[in-house]
């Protein structure tokens, strides 16, 4: 392996590890979401109307993670 082949491999890694970065980011702020909403229908004043809003959105947001990890690829 000369010095050039590793360069290009180096700046692979490099540009992998940002294309995670991204994706991470962007699954663990639906990930906040995520939480915030069973935290929000875990209290006792959350009424079942609002329940079901809810869980809409919690559908909504693991469909969004589903796609975003499915999608999320390093193209060399």
């Known amino acids: 392996m000369g010095l050039e082949e590793t360069k290009c491999n180096v700046q692979d890694a490099i540009s992998l590890l940002h294309v995670a970065e991204g994706g991470m980011g962007m699954i663990g702020e639906k990930l906040q ?3 915030q909403l069973a935290t929000q229908a875990a209290t ?3 009424t ?3 329940r079901v809003k809810i869980q809409m959105e919690v559908d909504q947001l693991v469909a969004e993670i589903d796609r ?3 999608a ?3 193209k060399k």
Request: charged share 20%.
């Open 72 to 74: 999320i690829q390093f």
């Open 33 to 35: 979401r995520l939480r």
């Open 68 to 70: 975003l990890a499915s």
């Open 48 to 50: 079942s109307a609002e």
């Open 44 to 46: 006792q004043t959350c």
